[in-house]
């Protein structure tokens, strides 16, 4: 007969960073972690939530550098948990949205381990909500698609339908490529004047909102010293963020902007 697993894995999302965005579900999970496996952008205040005692295990991921491998994350955390722990794997934003959290659920049931998914504020909603930013609108966008910036053969993507009229793209992880990013949207039919805003450290101290257009991008992201987390926002709805405009181009999107709030848009 095989032996029930006195353990469990909770799969816990953050939230975007301010540890005031953490649901309270997820408050309540991390207070009765035994190990915490945290990704490296958790903000500090939010490992402070968990019980003195816990132990904490950083597993940080940097664009080409990881300090554990997808793989051996996978195996601590069943190791952990078949040795009768609760463990709280924390991760930024929402556990299932670019946060490898499938993989690790996967791994948790194929050993016979119990887990809990409790859902977290994802990036794109925290931050673009502190930069009074509106993914949807009635008179702008009825759609909105998130995607990786990282993707490999980014020239190989097809985005066309992704970005224009009625729709919003936002871009995790974009930073570096965000110049080819723009490259390729424009490349497949996408504006050059698409309004864009550039979230950086969003939710964080320090953070910024600036915007652009898509023509300007990779220009905005390297004259600014953009840093990862960074978030692109693109479509019509960037132009209702409240944020700096580095290069002053955009007194149209700024008139815009307005009319939109005041509901004089029509059209999407």
Known sequence: MTRRCEGRVILLGAG??????MTVRGVKALGQAQLVVHDGLIDPRVLDLAPEGA????????????????????????????AGRIVVRLKGGDPMIFGRGGEELAACEAAGVPVEVVPGVSAALGCAAEAGLPLTHRALASAVTFVAGTCQGL???DWRGLAGPGR???????????????EKLMADGVSPDM?????ERGTHPGARA?????????????????MSPALLVIGRVAGLARAEDLLGRSPG???MAQAARIGEVTGA
Not at 210 to 226: K, N, Q, T
């Open 16 to 21: 975007p960073g301010d540890p005031d965005l």
């Open 55 to 82: 132990r904490r295990i950083s597993v940080a991921k940097r664009r080409d550098r990881h300090t554990m491998p997808q793989e051996e994350i996978n195996a601590l955390l069943v190791r952990e948990a078949l």
């Open 155 to 157: 020239k190989e993507q």
């Open 168 to 182: 919003t793209l936002v871009v995790y992880m974009g930073v570096a490529t965000a110049a080819a990013i723009a």
């Open 195 to 199: 309004p864009v805003v550039i979230l």
């Open 210 to 226: 600036i915007r652009s257009l898509l023509a300007d991008l990779g220009d905005v992201v390297a004259r600014a010293g953009v």
């Open 253 to 255: 999107l700024r008139a």
